[in-house]
């Protein structure tokens, strides 16, 4: 195959525009149902028509002769047309969308020789050589292959310039997401992700609607803190709660670009061992004006809610027999609801276009959703206007803003008491039924549903990028932006009628009223650029070099307020009793980066790289840290001895590089909390004894992997092999008191290694004239291991999760009984043994505490299958599956143990086992549970309308959808005993605890989608 041709600015200039001109194929959105959000939507349809119809340019005089060209984009087999494929001229600057049937026409081309270039989202790039005669018009047809993935690809690396995927030695996900957004069931970027990037576990911490997820990519590689990964929006830093990036609306993104560990988050610095997400967001494309509106309404619940709540049970006093109870079947018996159907509701409505110069694309999207309870519930109106420029031939910017305002219901959900809306049915005792609690723990549905808890949110990210190319060797750009959370908590429980007998107690009757306000703010500040040169005529040199400036601000402003006077009342200010308190942090990184990378006929490539961080989290003590960086890959098929005709792409690679993860803003610094003296006199007294030498954790990564395309098209595969190593892990070692502190201190003690692998490949098994199928599977294994705690012994983090040398992080330990006889006298458990690790059962007070597996999940896998039929409908379906995963069950454990509701706690003679757990402190063995399972994520069917239908309404394309998330499980694992066995509340990937967690919901959509 040889040596491939160049030129470079030409190339340079087109791979780096084609990325933000692709497309405008796939949007949705938002159309409010409430008067008052209507009237928002109205107006703000309105700016935006207005200003997409003021800066489309008017066309000049022609300089030249010209002519045109027209034709046909198909897909190669099927014969399908490819509506949205980009069709650009490079040299030109000038570029279409394919429209309806997979037509386009390129107007007033200069005469002259030209190429041609195709491309479209899964499919392989096609380009053909034309002569354009004056005043005449060439007929062009394109058929192109499906394609899993593309060596010419362009990928964010944080280097000034273009990056292919062919010139990187690490391994990368990429999620196409304008065409997902439009046929499958996605409401949120978490949901993009999920399931669709090898080696990526996210879990949903709850149906509570408005909550975050689990993340962690390659597994767990720190004792103490978090696996969430950096996230990036067109290149600005962005907060990494899960939750807030679900502010971001999923129509308005065109790619999601994931690194997953240090070898290829090296550049990042010291936040970015657990890996990055890239987000990129659609930008402007050449051609007139383009209106896509999309609606979607339907509805969601809990599917077979009646067989994941569990019946409860109790031994009535007076004749001794077991009542049994399903709060549920009971209530709906009696014509009275405990959960409900939800309706939900979604418009979008976006414009993009612009000249061969300028582009923009903005949007408008709306969503309404109601969970299963009344006071759950979310609304939203999210705005984006991104704009592109090129002021001069060396000059090109970019900026984009965006809002977003989020209300939302927060259902109380985690506690046993008035706040857990689950804990009063899950608890619920038959022996209080013909009470007013109707069997209820504390409270009766209808009173929970009066807790008010609201969130209210505003977020702003805006971003600018100024990319200047003064010679064909040397390219620099500056991108800088702000990301702005402004999110005020509130609770409320209003003052009842009659505190002394309300079924809250008398304190919450009384009335209670708790406000949190923070403000999250990051700045980010990045310059880099990247001079090419060429050593020989196959040897090529390209040195990038760079320097970043980051902000992370943190207020909080704590507000209670207790016992209001009337009912009426509801403010803090009004309450007798009140409290306030103040949180400010701030973090600031410094760091800078110089990397070569010598490529060699383009098909070598050889990278290395340092990297140096100060952050104001070290210690006064530590000095800046350094980070390398080495990585190569060889594309094989691109070499001249290779010749295996049905190999199509083969490129190897590998890595190694080193990351950091910073402590926190103040676990470096000594404090003192304030305090009262003598004579009332204002004092402070020790609180954290801070370590002036504490640094970040430091991990290392080698990973070794490949990628292949074969048999033209039709089947892909990637493999990466990886080993982590984290250094100086971060652990709280306890203080001794004669130091004047008490508690404890962060220090530099631990080490980790963990190691996997992540694999993923596209069949496309059937593709004939009117038919095409194609399946994806993504399979990843990960375990870890602590190696070193220095001279901590165990940790222990709570209820079955502890921390210990020689086992994965966050393992489950416990006493774990394993025989007793039950003594009919006594009605207890006698002759109680428990697993030992030293030998076999012996009595639990000498037995300690027992390793009882890796909470996992060690194994991870999805797939994915997506069918056309003909040109007008498709077919798609994702599963996802985890397994070799624990957790443990604080519900049942309090369901048996704290308040004995459950059939087995009222039958303990026939249970001894039971009993003897109950009757053992910290026998919490005997609740954890194997907790695998395979949920099906989506199921979808798209219909395009045939065009002579959508041209009645004036559209170009109009599509219809039926859609349907977590529509069921394929296999759950017998010894899973919760309400859901993916709900886990917790944002740590390892605490695997759970406690009366909403469940994920079921949801089932019809969509409309229409383009002018």
Request: include cysteine; glycine fraction near 10%; hydrophobic fraction near 35%.
């Amino acid at each position: 195959m040889g040596h491939r041709a160049r030129d470079a600015h030409a190339r340079l200039l087109f791979i780096r525009e084609r990325n933000m001109w692709l497309r405008g194929l796939n949007e949705r959105s938002a159309q409010p149902p409430r008067h008052e959000s209507r009237r928002w939507l109205a107006r703000g349809l309105f700016t935006f028509l207005a200003a997409g119809l003021m800066l489309l340019p008017g066309v000049g005089e022609l300089q030249a002769q010209q002519g045109s060209i027209t034709g046909l984009v198909r897909e190669e087999g099927s014969g399908n047309a490819l509506q949205g494929a980009q069709v650009t001229i490079s040299e030109l600057q000038r570029g279409v969308l394919a429209g309806a049937g997979g037509r386009f026409l390129l107007d007033g081309v200069p005469v002259g020789t030209h190429t041609v270039t195709v491309e479209y989202i899964g499919y392989a790039t096609a380009s053909q050589e034309i002569q354009v005669v004056a005043g005449e018009t060439t007929l062009l047809e394109f058929n192109l292959r499906q394609q899993a993935f593309a060596l010419d690809e362009i990928v964010v690396t944080g280097t000034a310039g273009v990056t292919e995927r062919r010139q990187i030695g690490h391994s990368i996900g990429i999620v196409e997401a304008a065409e997902l957004v439009e046929i499958a069931p996605i409401t949120t970027v978490n949901q993009l992700l999920q399931g669709r990037i090898a080696g990526a576990s996210i879990l949903q911490q709850s149906g509570n609607i408005g909550r975050g997820t689990t993340m962690a990519l390659r597994g767990i590689s720190s004792v103490e803190m978090r696996s969430t990964p950096l996230f990036y929006i067109d290149g600005v830093r962005v907060t990494n709660n899960t939750a807030r990036l679900n502010d971001l609306s999923p129509s308005d993104i065109e790619s999601i670009e994931v690194v997953k560990g240090p070898a290829a988050s090296t550049l990042y610095g010291s936040e970015a061992s657990n890996g990055v997400v890239q987000i990129i967001t659609k930008k402007g494309r050449s051609g007139q004006a383009q209106f896509t509106a999309q609606m979607r309404l339907g509805s969601q619940f809990w599917n077979d809610a009646s067989e994941w709540i569990p019946t409860n049970g109790a031994r009535d006093p007076a004749t001794g027999n077991v009542i049994l109870h399903h709060p549920l079947l009971a209530e709906e018996a009696a014509g009275r609801s405990v959960i409900f159907n939800g309706m939900t509701q979604s418009y979008n409505l976006d414009v993009t276009g612009g000249t061969g110069d300028f582009g923009y694309y903005a949007s408008l999207s709306y969503q309404d959703d109601e969970g299963i309870i009344p006071n759950n519930w979310i609304e939203q109106l999210a705005g984006r206007v991104n704009v592109n420029a090129r002021a001069r031939d060396d000059l090109q910017i970019n900026a984009g803003i965006s809002y977003a305002k989020v209300d939302r219901g927060e259902a109380p959900e985690g506690f046993t008491g008035t706040l857990g809306y689950f804990g009063q049915v899950i608890f619920a005792s038959p022996l209080t039924l013909n009470t007013t609690r109707r069997g209820f723990l504390q409270s009766v549905p209808e009173e929970t549903w009066k807790v008010r808890h609201r969130d209210n949110i505003h977020h702003t990210t805006w971003n600018i990028n100024v990319t200047h190319d003064p010679f064909d060797w040397f390219t620099h750009r500056l991108t800088s932006g702000i990301d702005l959370v402004y999110e005020q908590n509130g609770r409320l429980f209003p003052r009842q009628e009659d505190p002394a007998n309300h079924m809250w107690g008398r304190r919450l009757a009384q009335g209670e009223r708790q406000v949190n306000d923070g403000t999250e703010l990051q700045t980010t500040l990045d310059y880099a650029a990247t001079a090419t040169f060429d050593v020989t005529s196959d040897i090529r040199s390209a040195t990038s070099a760079g320097i970043q400036y980051y902000t992370r601000e943190t207020h909080n402003t704590d507000a209670l307020g207790r016992n209001f006077p009337a009912p009426a009342l509801t403010t803090v200010t009004t309450a007798s009793q009140r409290f306030a308190g103040e949180f400010f942090s701030e973090n600031k990184t410094w760091g800078a980066y110089i990397q070569e990378r010598f490529e060699w006929r383009d098909q070598l490539f050889i990278t290395a790289a340092i990297r140096g961080d100060d952050n104001s989290a070290f210690g006064v003590e530590i000095d800046p840290v350094i980070y390398p960086k080495l990585s190569g890959s060889w594309v094989l098929s691109d070499a001249d001895f290779f010749d295996v005709n049905w190999v199509d792409q083969f490129q190897v690679r590998a890595a190694w590089g080193e990351a950091g993860r910073q402590p926190g803003s103040f676990d470096a610094i000594r404090t003192y909390a304030p305090a009262i003296a003598r004579n009332d006199q204002p004092g402070v007294r020790p609180s954290n004894p801070g370590n002036p030498n504490l640094k970040p954790e430091r991990s290392s990564e080698i990973e070794v992997g490949f990628d292949a395309e074969l048999f033209n098209g039709r089947w892909s595969l990637e493999f990466t092999g990886y080993t982590q190593k984290t250094t100086d892990a971060l652990l709280e070692k306890d203080v001794a008191p004669s130091s004047g502190f008490s508690g404890q201190q962060w220090v530099n003690l631990g080490r980790v290694d963990n190691q996997g692998f992540d694999f993923s490949t596209t069949v496309v098994p059937l593709v004939l004239s009117g038919l095409s199928w194609d399946v994806t599977l993504n399979l990843s294994h990960n375990s870890n291991e602590i190696i070193d705690m220095g001279d901590i012994d165990f940790i222990s983090r709570g209820r079955g999760n502890a921390h210990a040398e020689g086992y994965p992080v966050g393992g489950m330990w416990a006493h774990n009984v394993v025989s007793a006889d039950w003594d009919p006298v006594t009605r207890r458990a006698v002759n109680i043994l428990c697993a030992s690790e030293n030998g076999g059962p012996m009595p639990c007070s000498q037995a300690g505490e027992v390793y009882l597996g890796s909470p996992g999940p060690d194994w991870n896998a999805s797939l994915g299958t997506s069918v056309q039929v003909g040109q007008n409908l498709r077919l798609t379906a994702l599963a996802e599956g985890f397994f070799q995963m624990r957790v443990m069950s604080v519900q049942e454990w309090a369901r048996d143990e704290v308040f004995r509701n459950s059939p087995e706690a009222a039958m303990l003679d026939e249970n001894p086992l039971l009993a003897a757990a109950i009757q053992t402190s910290n026998a919490y063995g005997y609740w954890i549970n194997r907790n695998d399972y395979i949920r099906i994520r989506e199921i979808s069917a798209q219909y395009t309308l045939p065009t002579d239908l959508a041209s009645r309404i004036g559209a170009s394309r109009a599509s219809l959808g039926v859609l349907a998330r977590n529509p069921g499980f394929l296999y759950v694992h017998d010894e899973v005993a919760d309400t859901d066995p993916e709900s886990r509340g917790s944002s740590d990937f390892y605490y695997h605890q759970r406690q009366n967690i909403f469940p994920q919901l079921t949801r089932f959509e019809g969509s409309l989608r229409v383009t002018f």
